[in-house]
């Protein structure tokens, strides 16, 4: 009999995890007030500025970059106490997609690029979001000049914050490969960005259009280390929105537990109806379930193959807890739940977003089981 | 002599299961102590508790002068681990090593310690528990059954249901109440060390779900036991009753140790699903038998985890009692459903039941599935269990 457990994640935690949990927790309660999370909705750029910097200065950019780039060279499972926090507050930032341009120029990047662009990454002076493109999307280089440059020409969806990322880490085809560049966001051609109207209105997204763009032969990332450099990326993407993911169903459970302990309908506060009590407890196991895995992703993130099989197992049980919590917030809230005013709509919205990136629950589950089975 | 550390105690544990360990009686064992149905069963199980605590591997934490091995908790639990490891079947005495065990350790008195403990480890004493009765099931704070003292003894009229083994035990852990004009119905209750095999006390056999037996049902017409037999003092039996839940949800330790139930095991379903054929193919080359495993298989680790989350504190700092508190719910659950899951894999032989010479490992997943209820039932349902959570995890207000 096949022995499956071997492979599965375990359960660790480390003193810098519980130190940046402790940090994150009052940062993200003190800094993203859900009122503060509203007024940024109407903005277009969609995050704080201020806040972001913040983050910055707190050194949370730098967290995985190795300390000759500038960073605390520490693991991709350091980061997920603050993206869960994040997730708690609904907070709007760019850190997921920056942290994984970060980790992608770190894996595939030229000793150049690293040296010229990563302690800046790291720093928070500048930031970069990656364009990996979605199914359907058409991004390819017409030729190869003799620097090793490429004329590009193109769609790329849902690219994170474009419009306000210094740097886009930018993948193409060419012939049957992929390659990736760094880009100056600075150098596209003014009509090259469209933001997309995305179901998540904390976050913002672009369309990035190109027509024969030219990207120089220094700007192109090492060609051998693409394809392990986008797997790792893959996985940090995963793990992060997980943690999104994990945090949003504790902050809508709570929201959730505290209406129905002060709302009152037939004279009576409508916790005490089994009817919501019940499946309230349910959305509650659901994050608990999830919030297990999450923290034996993070801890197993380096381990060869149980890395992978637990951060699958993260984002398909964070997604169906979130889903799961957020629904059922709505409903309970009642015609309230219907408004644009009550939160437990910004949190499904939101869910779906993160279950979308870097492969849904149902994606996750199908390459499990050829992992597993 | 000095004790022995914990890790030449693991290694001797570990050999003598890997030898003792006995072989397949050639009848069907229970896989919990609820499903103890038959003489031969409970004859093979005594046998084999009696074994285990012979050699030193139950009990290894209480004190020697109630018998027990006067080690400590990581030597038990080293011996509960080669135990699993080698498949032991389960200790039979569930309620005395695990529940009026610990409790008459930590409240009774020195006479109680050393009446009862060392015969609850060698299983020479079998005891029961008497909370639910025919009409206060979920609602054990409302228990009627009468306990009225005249002189030095109580007298015990009433019924109580779901004696787990009543029918085999000496003695049985009892809510009783004896003030019925008591300013509220828990302040009422007393809790006893009751005798079982005198007169006044019959038990009637139930028949379960699974056509087997079990339980009891036990009748109680003036019988007469000892004020002796109080524990935790008259009128204070909720509060002891509660502290016994605690140790049967595993939210407070001092088990005699080994384990009671055996739960399915993921591994032997994700084989049943390589094995079993559904329409010419293995069942697991379904995809959506294959998308629910994967399911099952997060679910259950998720409990395991979850089992090493509670001990991290910084990781339960939001809700400190929520992961103890659910796990009964959890693994209740997840276990009905795993074992369902499991017919289902079987396809049209979910047909056959237990004798059945046609019958896929037989009968074992039907028997599995139908006994999984004892779970999600006894001990708090599952419908209960989450009254409990919502209303001490999430402070929601009360039901009722």
């Not at chain 1, 009152?264 to 379930?289: T, Y």
């Not at chain 2, 050699?55 to 002068?65: F, K, Q, V």
Request: a negative charge.
């Amino acid at each position: 009999m096949t022995d499956i457990s071997a492979s599965l994640g375990q359960l660790g935690i480390s003193e810098e995890q519980v130190d940046l949990l402790h940090v994150a927790t009052e940062f993200c309660r003190d800094k993203s007030p859900v009122e503060d999370v509203r007024k940024l909705i109407e903005t277009d750029r969609g995050y704080d500025e201020k806040v972001w910097s913040e983050i910055a200065e707190l050194g949370w950019l730098g967290i995985a970059v190795p300390e000759e780039f500038g960073g605390s060279g520490l693991g991709v499972g350091e980061i997920v106490p603050i993206a869960e926090q994040m997730g708690r507050a609904l907070m709007a930032t760019p850190f997921i997609p920056a942290t994984v341009a970060g980790q992608l120029l770190a894996k595939a990047g030229t000793e150049r690029q690293k040296e010229e662009v990563l302690p800046a990454l790291a720093a928070g002076e500048r930031f970069a979001t990656t364009a990996f493109g979605e199914p359907g999307d058409d991004m390819a280089a017409l030729g190869e000049n003799e620097a090793g440059g490429f004329l590009v020409s193109g769609t790329t969806r849902l690219v994170e914050y474009a419009a306000d990322a210094d740097l886009i880490i930018l993948a193409f085809s060419h012939g049957g490969s992929r390659q990736l560049a760094l880009v100056e966001r600075s150098a596209l051609p003014g009509e090259a960005l469209r933001r997309e109207a995305i179901i998540d209105d904390t976050r913002r997204a672009y369309e990035l259009r190109l027509d024969t763009f030219e990207v120089a032969g220094d700007a192109v990332l090492d060609p051998d280390k693409v394809e392990e450099a986008l797997a790792h990326a893959d996985m940090v993407g995963a793990l992060l929105y997980a943690a999104d993911m994990v945090g949003g169903t504790f902050r809508v459970v709570d929201y959730t537990a505290d209406y129905l302990r002060t709302r009152k309908q037939f004279e009576k506060v409508i916790g005490s109806f089994q009817a919501l009590k019940h499946p309230l407890v349910d959305a509650f196991i659901g994050h608990e379930r999830a919030r297990s895995h999450l923290y034996a992703a993070a801890h197993s993130f380096g381990d060869q193959g149980r890395g992978e099989v637990a951060v699958r197992m993260a984002k398909a049980q964070g997604e169906k807890a979130y889903a799961y919590a957020a629904d059922r917030a709505i409903q309970f809230h009642g015609g309230f739940g219907f408004t644009y005013d009550c939160d437990a709509g910004l949190h499904r919205r939101r869910a779906i977003w993160n279950a979308t990136r870097y492969g849904d629950a149902r994606a996750q589950k199908r390459r499990l089981a050829e992992l597993l089975f | 002599m000095t004790d022995p550390t914990v890790e030449e105690f693991a290694r001797d544990a570990d050999a003598w299961f890997s030898e003792n360990v006995p072989e397949d009686p050639g009848f069907m064992l229970p896989l919990t102590f609820m499903e103890v149905g038959e003489d031969r069963q409970f004859d093979f199980l005594r046998d084999w508790q009696r074994k285990v605590y012979e050699a030193g591997y139950l009990g290894a934490a209480w004190p020697t002068e109630y018998g027990g091995g006067g080690l400590s908790e990581a030597h038990q639990k080293a011996a509960t681990r080669a135990m699993r490891k080698y498949r032991g079947p389960i200790l039979l005495n569930a309620i005395g090593l695990n529940w009026a065990g610990p409790l008459i350790l930590d409240i009774g008195s020195e006479e109680q310690k050393s009446a009862y403990l060392k015969d609850i480890l060698s299983a020479e004493d079998i005891w029961c528990q008497g909370f639910s009765e025919p009409e206060h099931g979920s609602d054990l704070g409302n228990a009627q059954l009468k306990a009225e003292r005249e002189g030095d003894e109580f007298v015990l009229n009433g019924s109580k249901i779901w004696t787990t083994q009543g029918n085999y035990a000496k003695y049985m852990i009892l809510l009783a109440r004896t003030n019925p004009a008591a300013e509220n119905k828990y302040a009422g209750l007393s809790f006893f060390l009751s005798p079982m095999k005198i007169p006044g006390i019959r038990t009637q056999k139930i028949k379960k779900l699974t056509g087997e037996f079990g339980f009891t049902q036990t009748f109680f017409e003036d019988a007469r036991i000892s004020a002796d037999c109080l524990i935790g003092g008259e009128g204070n039996g909720w509060k002891v009753a509660m502290r016994t839940l605690e140790y049967e949800r595993g939210a407070r330790g001092g088990q005699a140790g080994g384990y009671v139930s055996i739960p399915p095991d993921l591994m032997e379903i994700v084989e049943l699903a390589k094995t079993a054929k559904r329409d010419g193919a293995a069942a697991m080359d379904d995809p959506v038998l294959k998308d629910r495993m994967v399911d099952y298989l997060m679910d259950m680790h998720a409990l395991s985890l979850g089992n090493e989350r509670k001990r991290m504190m910084p990781l339960v700092e939001d809700y400190p009692n929520a992961l103890p508190l659910i796990s009964k719910l959890e693994f209740s659950e997840l276990y009905r459903e795993l074992s369902e899951f499991a017919l289902t894999l079987l396809g049209p032989k979910a047909a056959y039941y237990v004798g059945e010479e046609n019958s896929a490992d037989g009968g074992w997943w039907a028997r599995s599935y139908l006994n999984a209820f004892s779970a999600t039932i006894g001990g708090g349902t599952s419908q209960i269990q989450r009254n409990i959570i919502g209303e001490h995890v999430l402070g929601l207000p009360k039901t009722r």
